[in-house]
């Protein structure tokens, strides 16, 4: 018998091979680095993880630790975690020998002209069976090998896409924070705006009052003082908005947008740009390496399914007892065992097992080209935010110059309208250019801020994996 399987497997062996084939070639891989252009080679140092305590507001920490903790986005990439490491266990277990315990009692007449004798044809008898049963997929080809792979790298993907989930959230929250401190400090503007509006328009009355102002230029600044009034209400309907949308972020409703009190951001030092920007960031992003673990996956369903054309052995065995009549069923008269393999020799199937296979291949080639599609979007968006780093710290550079001098010329006009050498309007006159200086540069620095927190995201915010992070192939 047991030369007869091993020819029946050899020979199945033989001619299923040819059947298989080779399979169509994979799509190559874009490594990171390729494409990484003036990157500098070498270690990573930045950014580190827990990347927004730079900024040194413990408002904006707490409420980064609780988004991450109760937000439904966390809770539903820790959830679709947790279902992919169950099916990675589930295929792991199909490899290890299965056992059951079975039992069943059975009443039964035996015909009077069937195959059972007398006494008992003719009669009611109880049947009763008790046995162990196990068995054992030998898995010659390696098919369930590959699919439990296959669901370990689905699980790591998912563990990368948690990851994932944990930088959008967080630069998300962090860069609607800085836009909070960006409404704020246009309030503030906005306040001294009206007030040099409403004193204008105040001297303009005394002007007009006393026949040296016409009514149309009393009128023109009672229109700016309204104007400066509407934008200061705007900006604190602006801030409410701006309050809500943060604690959505954090998973929380209004109620904690009424706690909410202005930003105490610190801008760290040298904001544009790291020294060294290492191209073996880009391997580190968390999407990037949750692609590479669903291209590893798609490699391993490739190979489960190239398996279903090779024969296989399952080991089946059972031991227990079977008898006629209750009464004697743990007799050991009763006992029954058995032992012996199962052979599966596929051999035609309609071309199922064909299509599977060309599935499976189509799947991996379109895992690799989204691998190689987030790599080129990666590459983009670090190239994007560090121009407008570098760009954005130009025009701050410039806005600080105009400012100084707008300041220089307001100050100038104050010290001769306090002289009696000019009038306080024409001092007055002087403070839209240095407020709108002011903005420009709160601004800037948001926006300069904001592409900073960009760049952070764009090289993965400090993720590391055990494989796949410092160098993907």
Known sequence: ?????????????????????????ALPLTPPASLSGPLAQGQAAWPQGAWWRAFADPQLDALIERALADAPSMQLARARLRQAVAVGEQAGAALLPGAALNADVTRQRYSEHGMVPPPMAGSWRTSGQLSLDFAYDLDLAGGEHARRDAAQDRAQAAGADEAGARLLLSAALTHAYWGLERLHALANLAGESQASAERAA?????RQRAGLAHAGELAAAQSQAAAARQEALALAEQITLQRHAIAALAGQGPALANTLHRPQLRAPAGDDLPTVLPAALLGRRPDIVAARWRVEA?????????????PNINLLSFIGYSAIGMSQLLQSASRV?????ALSLPLFDGGARRAALAGAEAG?????????QTVLDAVREVADQAASLRALAAQSRQTDTAQTQAAAARHSAQMRARAGLASELDALALDAPWLAQ?????????????????????????????????NAQ
């Open 364 to 372: 991996r080639d379109a895992q690799i080209a989204q691998y190689n």
């Open 202 to 206: 105040a001297l303009l009355g005394q």
């Open 1 to 25: 018998m047991r030369y007869v399987f091993s020819c029946l497997a050899a020979a199945g062996a033989l001619c299923l091979t040819a059947c298989a084939g080779p399979g169509a070639p």
């Open 337 to 341: 065992a058995g032992l012996g393999p």
């Open 298 to 310: 798609g490699g391993r369903e490739v190979d489960s399914a190239r398996a279903a054309f090779y």
């Open 438 to 470: 002011r903005r420009q540069a709160v601004e800037l620095n948001t926006r300069r801020q904001q592409a900073r927190v960009g760049l952070i995201k764009a090289l993965g915010g400090g993720y590391a994996s055990s494989d796949f992070a410092e």
